[in-house]
């Protein structure tokens, strides 16, 4: 079967109120920019609303839908490189169905691609949505993701994008276990470039600060090894400074017979070090467990079935 000109790719999770609307958006826009010639790929992320049986039903009407059914919830990435893996297009784009990404963008990006040349043309907000915290949080990431890893990923990203066949390609070579999707993006290389959206806000956010600090550690832990570099540099350097007063103390002792009295700072220097210790062992932990789940090569996500494409 001959292969669509786009395939739009979205990941589905507690999506049912406004998936009939997001259709019907990316149905108009695919039809505008290519005709026929498209596929809108969902990933149920095991939803727990009726997410899927809507989806189902859209396949079963309509033969340019095609539904991954994950085993379970995977997480937002993996769902989405899953999704990637199933669609054929020669271009594909990838936006959130929360409607807060508005399907219209890829007349803009097909544009823009034409235009450069470039395998990815995605977008960016002029500033964060949301309020103080979420806009200083997202900032703080970014700050400290680039610092960490050396990369200099752009701040704001959304998800929405779109890519060529070749680039989706080289971006599904990356079989890590833990994905950190931005990251990956990025690394892959090829010509991206932005382009600036308004992205509408109209939920809170399901990425609590608990989730912002886990996806932070995650993601500098994957693409860096800047933490474990800071543990030698700050043991070296505590070890130069113990040394140091150690010569002090000596000298003190032989040349003014001078004895330190008192047990606080002994105390304080001990609380520090165990303290560092277990947090660098932490840290160390860390890079283990990741190793650990790397070398096990499970699947990062388990298709239990594919509606709507009658040739699988």
Do not use: C
Not at 108 to 116: I, L, N, W
Not at 268 to 287: E, M, P, R
Request: no cysteine; hydrophobic share 45%; proline share 3%.
């Amino acid at each position: 079967m001959t292969a669509p000109q786009l395939s739009v790719v979205a990941t589905l999770y507690r999506s049912a109120p406004g998936l009939a609307e997001f259709h019907a958006r990316v149905t108009a826009a695919a039809q505008a920019l290519v005709g026929d010639s498209y596929e809108i790929v969902f990933v149920n992320d095991g939803s727990p609303d009726d997410s899927l049986d809507l989806a189902v039903a859209m396949a079963d009407a309509d033969p340019h839908v095609v539904v991954v059914d994950l085993s379970r919830n995977f997480g937002h990435h993996k769902a989405i490189m899953t999704g990637l893996d199933h669609a054929r297009g020669d271009r594909i784009f990838l936006i959130d169905s929360d409607l807060e990404e508005d399907p219209a963008w890829m007349a803009q990006f097909d544009r823009v691609m034409r235009e450069t040349g470039s395998d990815m043309v995605y977008g960016v907000q002029a500033s964060r949505k949301g309020g103080a915290f979420e806009r200083w949080s997202g900032e703080a990431f970014y700050t400290l993701f680039n610092w960490g890893s050396g990369l200099d990923l752009p701040r704001n990203l959304v998800t929405a994008r779109l890519m060529t066949r070749r680039y989706v390609q080289a971006l599904l070579l990356h079989r890590e276990r833990e994905v950190f999707l931005a990251g990956l993006l990025h690394i892959t290389g090829f010509a991206q470039t932005p382009v600036e959206v308004l992205k509408l806000s109209l939920s809170p956010t399901t990425y609590t600060l608990r989730r912002k600090l886990g996806l932070m550690v995650n993601s500098i832990t994957a693409f860096s090894n800047a933490p474990l570099v800071f543990i030698f540099h700050v043991g070296v350097t505590i070890s130069v400074l113990a040394l140091g007063y150690i010569i002090w103390l000596v000298i003190n002792r032989v040349f003014f017979s001078a004895v330190q009295s008192g047990w606080t700072s002994l105390i304080a220097s001990v609380w520090l070090v165990g303290g560092l210790n277990i947090l660098f062992l932490g840290v160390i932990g860390i890079y283990l467990s990741k190793i650990f789940t790397e070398t096990k090569q499970r699947p990062y996500t388990i298709v239990r079935r594919v509606h709507g494409r009658t040739e699988d």
